[in-house]
């Protein structure tokens, strides 16, 4: 476990990595969406202590529980983050109504409504980040921790789509105490994680793991056959997420003199 004096050290390295990348890549500052959940509480924490006035955080409800938005206003206000709030709902329920509709016209059914609806929340996120990142000069800062990426647990194109991910090497329990060394309170440090795309759903009853056992699994200590089996198979499942595209290879063009 990591003394306090350890985990400030890293906080700070980690604020002048995301100042680094920035500047790099010649943008002003960063965008980034706060659910009310603990990972984007303190990647909104690492960005607002980077960035200050030139950060700005996204509440974007879609269907959501009202507590979770009441929530994420609460951490950017706490963090002092400019902060607006885009509601998804009605392009949500339009997008979704055409795409079911559309399908039904041409006799499909639809395998698998649930996931394509929950993932169009995701992904109508992204596109709302990127229009904010565009019109600002900023990055998109995503909050995927290394359990998330290793598993694939997250939406391709959708909380996939960033253009940094300052956490993606933290363990669940590392994330919460991050949290708690950025001054978040227990209620969100502890909170259970969901990624709230469908009423009750909870990230460890839809992974069939903890996070516990995927984070002892990715330090190297002992999980049973069983879990690191499930561990495995999302993994390989889910490499497709961790690169570009394959893109089928024609014999290179020659110059025509
Ligand atoms: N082998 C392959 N090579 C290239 N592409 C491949 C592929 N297999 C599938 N695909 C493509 O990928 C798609 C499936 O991937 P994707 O669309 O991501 O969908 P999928 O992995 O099925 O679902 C996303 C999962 O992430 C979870 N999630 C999402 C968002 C946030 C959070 C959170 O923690 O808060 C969690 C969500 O609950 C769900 O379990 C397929 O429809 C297909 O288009
Ligand atoms: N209602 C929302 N408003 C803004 N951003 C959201 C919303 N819901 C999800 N997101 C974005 O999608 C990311 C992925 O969600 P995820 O659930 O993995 O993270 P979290 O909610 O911050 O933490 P936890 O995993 O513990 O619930 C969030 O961190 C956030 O950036
Ligand atoms: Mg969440």
Redesign the pocket.
Known sequence: MWTDNELSARIDQTVEWLQKKVTEAKAKGVV??????????VVAGLCSRAFSENCIG?????H?NPD??ED?LWIAEGFEIRTIEVNLSGAHTQVMGQVKKGLESISCNLVAEKMSQGNLK?RL?MSTLYAVANAMNYMVVG?DNAP?SYTGYFTKYG?GGVDLLPISSLTKTEVRAWARMLGLPMRIAT?V????LWPGQT?ESELGITYDQIDRYLLGEEVSPEVQERIESLHRQSEHKRNMPPSLELPKLKRLD
């Not at 996204?58 to 879609?62: I, R, T, Y």
């Not at 994680?193 to 709230?196: H, I, L, R, V």
Request: net charge negative.
């Open positions: 980034v969406g706060i659910s009310g959940g603990v990972d984007s509480a996204v509440v974007m409800p879609s959501s979770d938005t994420a995701a996120r909050t998330e909380d909170r994680p969901t990624a709230g990230d």
